[in-house]
């Protein structure tokens, strides 16, 4: 079990806009920084947004990043196919620990 | 080009050990924290274990304390992990990631190596 909490799966058509939640708690999401990464099959994970919201240089402007409280969201719009994979929310836990989100598989239909 | 390299996974049986190690280039690995992460097949990620820039810090996920220790020599750039008393659950693809602490991002990953864990 996660200590972040993401759906599992989402699935949307080519163009369409989609969200992924990350629910946290005050001690991880509530009080630090939020990253998500993105893992296309078969490959190491990649830093897609840092900070809640801001943007690695090569990474379109269609992905976007937001936080309130102690929840998270990933913005993907004008979806591709080539933007399924799995992704996975981050962020540092007050207990001295890193917590990730146990992943959601993004299918692009 | 900023680069992740690790190396020495493998095959290794119950309560065996094994030591991994990530090889760093193209930036100055003293100024910067390191972590591991696993995932095991077809899982998520888990955070296994952090070390700060000069080994001032020193973090570990529950799950591993105790069994794995966390290491890194700033004049060879190289990261390591060995790992004693393996068990089945420790099967996964381990990847060295770069950090500047606190809730800063995992930037970049290496490309995993592989360890294995059975009879």
């Known amino acids: 079990q996660s200590v972040l909490t993401q759906p599992p799966s989402l699935s949307a058509a080519p163009g369409q806009r989609v969200t992924i939640s990350c629910s946290g708690s005050?001690?991880?999401?509530?009080?630090?920084?939020v990253s998500w990464y993105q893992q296309l099959p078969g490959t190491a994970p990649q830093l897609l947004i840092y900070e809640n919201n801001k943007r690695p240089s090569g990474v379109p402007d269609r992905f976007s990043g937001s936080k309130s409280g102690t929840s998270a969201t990933l913005g993907i719009t004008g979806l591709q196919t080539g933007d399924e994979a799995d992704y996975y929310c981050g962020t540092w836990d007050d207990s001295l620990s890193w917590v990730f989100g146990g992943g959601t598989k993004l299918t692009v239909l | 080009e900023v680069q992740l390299v690790e190396s020495g996974g493998g095959l290794v049986k119950p309560g065996g050990s094994l030591r991994l190690s990530c090889a760093a280039s193209g930036f100055t690995f003293s100024s910067y924290s390191m972590n591991w992460v696993r995932q095991a097949p077809g899982k998520g990620l888990e955070w296994v274990s952090s070390?700060?820039?000069?080994?001032?810090?020193?973090y570990y996920a529950d799950s591993v304390k105790g069994r794995f220790t966390i290491s890194r020599d700033n004049a060879k750039n190289s990261l390591y992990l060995q790992m004693n008393s393996l068990r089945a659950e420790d099967t996964a693809v381990y990847y060295c990631?770069?950090?500047?602490?606190?809730?800063?991002?995992?930037?970049?990953w290496g490309q995993g190596t592989l360890v294995t864990v059975s009879s």
């Open positions: 070390i700060s820039s000069s080994n001032t810090y020193i």
């Open positions: 990631a770069r950090w500047l602490g606190g809730g800063t991002p995992f930037d970049p």
């Open positions: 005050s001690s991880n999401v509530g009080n630090n920084y």
